[in-house]
């Protein structure tokens, strides 16, 4: 994995994509959180129960990145983007599209890499959609 923050991001949509865990991404802190569509989510524990049981329930999906913005700091980094984002729930077969706002926070965590992760962790994510849900 990436030591950068924007190859971070498109490592995670990487994922996404093809099914992958995403809790990696995430900073294992009760302060991390993440703002899906329909959900609000506080704290490591809740944040990747959350995205294990997306991967379980969801296939097929498409990301498509249309506006990444990402500043590093230090020891922190921001992210915004305009993400076109579709899936197949495969419990009912529905397939869902959206025209999604992403931002949110990265954390510097250089012995995150030894583990398998990346050196830059998601400590907030917000998605957000002017569409009806």
Not at 33 to 39: D, L, P
Request: aromatic content about 10%; hydrophobic content about 35%; glycine content about 6%.
């Amino acid at each position: 994995m990436s030591d950068e923050p924007t190859a971070v991001v498109r490592d995670y949509y990487e994922a996404l994509r093809t099914g992958d865990p995403l809790e990696a991404y995430f900073e294992e802190d009760k302060s991390t959180v993440k703002f899906g569509i329909s959900e609000a989510l506080f704290g490591y524990e809740e944040v990747s129960e959350a995205l294990r049981s997306q991967t379980e329930t969801t296939a097929e999906w498409s990301v498509e990145s249309d506006h990444l913005v990402v500043t590093t700091h230090t020891d922190a980094a921001t992210f915004a983007d305009e993400v076109t984002m579709a899936w197949t729930d495969t419990e009912s077969g529905e397939r869902r599209r959206f025209e999604t706002r992403w931002s949110g926070s990265l954390v510097h965590h250089p012995s995150a890499e030894s583990s398998g992760g990346p050196e830059w962790l998601f400590n907030t994510m917000h998605v957000s959609t002017a569409d009806t849900v």
